[in-house]
RNA sequence: GCGGACGUGGCGGAAUGGCAGACGCGCUAGACUUAGGAUCUAGUGUUUUCACGUGCAGGUUCAAGUCCUGUCGUCCGCACCA
């Protein structure tokens, strides 16, 4: 069969007949499968995109032909970073080459034969999309979930763009690998930490990898601890987080971070030399010794005091590095004794050492930190003898009577950053007003929209800045002359929303529709990169719960089930670049072997969360395994069926059924390799059983069960078989084969026969032989393997397994 | 440094604690061919046999690729998280 060219037939007539139009009215049980969408940065699709889309394809098929009504959307994450910088290299407008490159990659994704529904497209760079963005942006700042502050922020002296510190890879821009230094701005950040709590509880339910959801849970970072206030010797105090308040005895000093606001007032006159220098060292820190995985710790004596609240004792304040000022409180209580840095700090420093915890074994007193939980307090006063759990609740609790402490949680996760210095954005849709200050945009006034002559030369301001028609506008609020906000959205907010926009694609009214979506959503199985644990998938988590608590939705949860695709790497293991030369072009071999034979290689030839090398034998064996599917059924369909026998062959019964609940199995589970491999045997085993003399009635009901079961997997070269053995357009309205148990069970069950563990010899009995039946067998048929032996036990697991444990005679 | 995952033939990869290597690639031999990078048939973990084999060393079990402990190696995530 030619299979490029059958495969342009049947994707003009899937779309002339509009078979994967999605019915919203339809009375079966909804299925919403998706995949990641995809930014538009190159022109054509890769091998990456194939292995997301066209796997998760086959099983939106699966899904379809399950009796599922299946809502396979696809569209574009068409706002962002390359096309801007591709304008800047080439004079091309983002919008220009962003269009350009949507209409090639849709023209691939048609030539895939994907079954999307392409009247639910979205491109959230179009006014219809981002007006909505807009309008999310409005609610959240409605509620109390955004707002403006300034704070230190990663600066990409090359991009000329603040990044979230999630997107700042060892130091270096993600995007273009320039060293990232910090810089002061007013940014607008969404509260995603009002929701820390629930999006680590959620987790629970949800059917994702585990590795995923811990990778979550870590970077949300939830820790549980007290807050204690410490004085500062001559007026004012701070508070610091610790986990260990039951070492508060031994603080010898505390440790405020370099970047933290009471730094200046802390450090006296002698010392201002001395910490303005170490500031300066600390802002740069992030360019210097990134790599270094034994980074020395460093700090400076501020010259103030701070007294401990359980002791009275005047400890020095430091500056150091190693504190961070965006955890906790910026400040830490310093316990050589028992912490790792503050030990390594205070040895360097000449900080005096004081423990307080005292192991409960022996030699466990010597050596210094000490860092066990397994402990008792010593030199704390009246606390002395408490374990370390007692410890850190009775301390607490003491000082908090006097309002000196109390407990407390924290979480590693920060705000979410969303302002860009960007032109190919959503702009904020915020006014500036001199009077009124920060003013929302109308809502009638939406879109704000993208102006296209824009001078998007980076050169550290937004280019939306520059352009004064854009800029000058009037408060809505009392009418003078005002500005816009001259910043765009980062691309995350407008990928947390776009599932709950593809239901409902073209309303005009709103951004959905309730009714819709409550329906149509969450969102069954969700199929994308593992790279978006932490980031994407987070943030589509927390505006779900976000605009379910303002009531524009109803469900948690934007994802019930989710699956990472592996990555597939260059033929030499390496992961594909083009500076490396080990790109694999999905073009060429579609040309020649198909696209359901590319599609289907990256099925059978990976784990597919795994991913792997490629191999080009690998296609080859697909592309002649459909070849050998096909001259078995031109074969069936030629013999005569009024010849030849008429019964039903068991064996093949067995295996067909087999196959059937095997590949109904592995495709619930994207396990698409086996699910092949069983194909592979039902047509091996149907091979076998059409060389002698057989029936071919019952074979070509086989070869109708078999077409079902490869359709999804191979769609065109199925559907072209479909029709060629007689049968009605669409293979993909055939319901999936089901399996009969009775067919499964053999009259005979094949044993392997243990001595001490080790197979010695099999033996075939009724399946419905008792345990005991088993043995009398056993004993009597291999008597002459046991004789020079005493029978210590016999382990005997019906259906399973013998095993007869023996020892020498005595 | 912390957290996580993974180590199985020449290769990709299979194995609810129960016959390791399914399925395929590659390779070997044969058949059919003017031809074969087509197709078909047989074989293919190591070893002459006993036997040995899932990174290495222990352990639990009648039975371990699978569970436990330690160790080595590879990969991923996070960077001093108090």
Request: glycine share 8%.
């Amino acid at each position: 069969m030619n299979l490029p060219e059958i495969e342009k037939k049947w994707q003009k007539k899937w779309e002339d007949t509009r078979l994967y139009s999605f019915d919203r009215n339809s009375d079966k049980p909804k299925k919403y499968v998706l995949e990641m969408f995809s930014y538009p940065s190159g022109a054509k699709l890769h091998v990456g995109h194939w292995y997301n889309f066209g796997l998760a394809d086959t099983y939106a098929r699966y899904q379809r032909m399950k009796g599922y009504n299946v809502f396979h959307p696809m569209g574009f994450d068409a706002f962002g970073l390359p096309a801007e910088n591709y304008a800047i290299k080439t004079g091309i407008h983002p919008y220009d080459s962003t269009v350009a490159n949507i209409a090639t990659m849709e023209r691939q994704l048609k030539e895939m034969g994907a079954s999307f529904d392409w009247d639910y497209e979205v491109k959230t760079c179009m006014p219809d999309y981002y007006k909505w963005t807009q309008w999310c942006f409005l609610q959240l700042y409605k509620n109390g979930l955004a707002y403006r502050a300034s704070a230190p922020v990663n600066w990409c002296p090359k991009c000329n763009t603040v990044l979230a510190n999630e997107q700042v890879v060892d130091g270096l821009c993600e995007r273009c690998g320039t060293p990232v230094i910090r810089k002061h701005l007013t940014q607008w950040f969404f509260r995603i930490t009002k929701y820390a709590e629930e999006l680590i509880d959620g987790l629970e339910g949800l059917d994702w990898p585990e590795k995923t959801k811990l990778m979550q849970k870590n970077w949300i970072g939830k820790s549980t601890g007290s807050e204690i206030t410490f004085r500062i010797e001559g007026g004012g105090e701070f508070s610091v987080f610790t986990t260990r308040a039951d070492t508060l005895n031994g603080v010898t000093y505390v440790v405020i971070s370099p970047e933290h606001p009471l730094i200046d007032s802390l450090t006296t006159p002698e010392q201002k030399e001395a910490v303005e220098a170490y500031k300066e060292y600390a802002s740069k820190a992030n360019e210097i010794e990134r790599l270094s995985t034994s980074r020395e710790k460093t700090g400076v004596f501020t010259g103030s005091y701070a007294i401990n609240p359980i002791n009275g004792r005047k400890v020095p304040i430091w500056a150091a590095d190693y504190v961070l000022a965006s955890y906790g409180t910026g400040v830490v209580m310093a316990v050589p004794a028992h912490d790792e840095r503050d030990f390594e700090f205070a040895g360097k420093y000449g900080l005096p050492i004081e423990r307080v915890v005292a192991g409960k074994n022996e030699g466990q007193n010597d050596d210094l930190p000490f860092t066990d939980y397994e402990g008792v307090l010593v030199n704390s006063g009246q606390f002395d003898g408490l374990t370390v759990t007692e410890g850190k609740k009775a301390i607490t609790s003491f000082l908090e009577k006097t309002g000196q402490a109390q407990f407390k949680t924290t979480y590693r996760l920060r705000d979410w950053l969303i302002s860009r210095q960007r032109y190919w954005g959503a702009p904020i849709p915020i006014i500036h007003c001199e009077d009124c200050g920060d003013v929302p945009v109308p809502e009638e006034d939406l879109p704000v929209a993208l102006p296209y002559d824009v001078d998007f030369t980076p050169d550290g301001t937004s280019p939306l800045a520059k352009h004064e028609g854009f800029m000058n506008c009037k408060c809505p609020r009392c009418g003078r002359p005002a500005r816009r906000d001259p910043d765009t959205m980062d691309t995350f907010v407008c990928s947390s929303w776009y599932f709950l926009r593809y239901p409902d694609n073209r309303d005009d009214k709103m951004a959905w529709d309730p009714k819709i979506i409550n329906r149509m959503l969450p969102v069954d199985k969700y199929v994308g990169g593992a790279e978006h644990a932490c980031m994407h998938l987070l943030y589509a988590r927390f505006f779900v719960k976000a605009f379910r608590d303002m009531g524009y939705l109803s469900f948690d949860e934007p994802f019930l089930s989710l699956t990472h695709q592996g990555t597939i790497l260059g033929p030499d293991g390496e992961k594909m670049s083009k500076s490396k030369g080990n790109v694999v072009s999905p073009d060429e071999y579609i040309s020649k072997y198909g696209s359901d034979a590319f599609r289907m290689y990256l099925g059978f030839g990976f784990a597919y969360v795994e991913g792997g090398p490629w191999n080009d034998g690998g296609i080859r064996s697909v592309a002649k395994y459909l070849d050998r599917v096909e001259r078995l059924v031109n074969k069936i369909w030629a013999d005569d069926p009024s010849v030849g026998r008429t019964d039903e062959d068991r064996t093949v019964n067995l295996v067909l059924h087999r196959t059937i609940k095997a590949v109904d199995q592995d495709l619930n589970t994207f396990s698409f390799n086996t699910a092949i491999a069983r194909l592979m045997e039902l047509t091996n085993a149907l091979y076998k059983y059409t060389d002698e003399e057989y029936n071919v009635s019952f074979a070509r009901s086989c070869i109708r069960t078999l077409l079902k079961l490869l359709a999804p997997f191979a769609p065109h070269f199925s559907e072209e078989l479909w029709e060629q053995i007689g049968e009605d357009y669409s293979i993909f309205n055939q319901d999936f084969p089901t399996y009969e148990e009775k067919y499964l069970v053999e009259d005979e069950i094949t044993y392997p026969l243990q001595i001490n563990g080790r197979v010695k010899d099999r033996f075939s009995i009724s399946k419905d032989a008792t345990k005991e039946e088993i043995e009398e067998y056993v004993m009597k048929n291999f008597s002459d393997v046991f004789s020079g032996f005493d029978i210590v036990k016999k382990v005997i697991v019906p259906g399973r397994i013998v095993n007869i444990v023996v020892k020498p005679k005595q």
